[in-house]
């Protein structure tokens, strides 16, 4: 009987990912990795994209990291933005990046050390 009782969520769990790879492999989305200096996942970090100053636009898509320090982001419609992305998360030092069109992006970012 306990063999049925998790039936559910993993028949939805195993769709949620088999969805998320779909899309991934539509090329509607981009994940931005987020680590320390030390390669150590960081979750809960804010990701956002904004455009480049002087372009007249405003912020764009933003997500924050998850355990494993993976952002989901939609991808712009444009072929060569001028976005950059921003990385924030209290106790480390917020980092802007140029975007770039890869499936994968990893950034690190570095921790603050009180003094």
């Not at 987020?34 to 904004?50: K, N, R």
Request: net charge positive.
């Amino acid at each position: 009987m306990k063999r049925h009782e998790f039936y559910f969520a993993r028949t939805a769990g195993v769709c949620i990912v088999l969805l998320a790879m779909s899309c991934l492999a539509a090329g509607c989305h981009q994940i931005v990795h987020i680590e320390d200096t030390q390669g150590q996942a960081i979750a809960g970090a804010q990701v956002t994209t904004q455009m480049a100053e002087g372009s007249g636009s405003g912020p764009g898509p933003s997500a924050t990291t998850n355990r494993f320090g993976d952002a989901m982001l939609k991808r712009t419609s444009y072929n060569d933005p001028p976005l950059w992305i921003i990385v924030h998360k209290p106790g480390y030092r917020r980092r802007g990046v140029a975007y770039s069109p890869d499936d994968k992006i990893v950034i690190q970012i570095q921790r603050i050390i009180p003094k």
